[in-house]
């Protein structure tokens, strides 16, 4: 089944507590991105990557770290979290392609305390 | 500002009913438009996408329609179902890459 994984779903931390959120993809999407939802907010991008070793600042990357060594995975990294990063996350992927329609991930909901 | 604003912020029909959501949007340059539907703690699933030269789009109930002059955009759900309660969120795109997301309109179908 053609899907995008995130692990954890939830995650409850503390503040300055290193953690890392996967997203694998199994469809071989070139395209992924991290993005953040907030209520009243909309969903906000974080960081995406074009292909491997290649990425880029989405419109809210402060706080965040991502790397892309292979095509399938695109971890999130949280190097100190802060109350602040308490969201929503999703992950998500596509081809390239005129459209480039996006598979979205579960979501992971992460709690900073 | 955010560059996608949606309206209402949330609406309420009975089942069978039909109902219409807007989308303005500022970004530019434009080069598609999305609607997604995001159930209650899952993640968005595309409904539409239109280019700037479409003018409207269907999928089975829901038609978008766009008018990229006035930069404006609308859902319609005809016949509404129990099972169309959901968040309807307008993606606009102005590359290849990067969108931009409004806030949602919050549906709720009654029986």
């Known amino acids: 089944e053609a899907q995008v994984t995130q692990n954890p779903r939830y995650l409850i931390t503390v503040t300055g507590k290193k953690l890392t959120v996967t997203c694998s993809q199994n469809?071989?999407?070139?395209?992924m991105s991290w993005y953040r939802q907030d209520p009243g907010l909309g969903l906000r991008q974080i960081y995406y990557?074009?292909?491997?070793?290649?990425?880029d600042k989405g419109d809210v990357p402060e706080g965040y770290k991502v790397s892309r060594k292979e095509k399938r995975n695109f971890p999130l990294i949280l190097e100190s979290p802060s109350p602040n990063q308490t969201s929503l996350y999703f992950c998500a992927s596509s081809d390239r392609g005129y459209y480039n329609e996006q598979f979205f991930g579960p979501g992971t909901r992460l709690t900073v305390l | 500002k955010n560059q996608v604003e949606q309206s209402p912020q949330s609406l309420i029909i009975l089942e069978g009913k039909n109902c219409t959501l807007q989308?303005?949007?500022?970004?530019?340059?434009?080069?598609?438009l999305r609607w997604y539907k995001q159930d209650t703690g899952r993640g968005p699933v595309s409904l539409t996408i239109m280019t700037f030269s479409e003018n409207t789009k269907s999928n089975g109930r829901y038609t978008a329609t766009l008018d990229a002059d006035t930069k404006q955009s609308s859902l319609h759900i005809t016949a509404s179902q129990l099972s169309d309660s959901a968040s309807y969120i307008c993606v606009v795109s102005p590359n290849d890459y990067k969108l931009s997301f409004g806030a949602g309109t919050t549906v709720t179908v009654r029986a």
């Open positions: 989308c303005n949007y500022t970004v530019s340059p434009f080069s598609n």
């Open positions: 469809m071989n999407h070139e395209y």
């Open positions: 990557s074009m292909n491997v070793e290649v990425t």
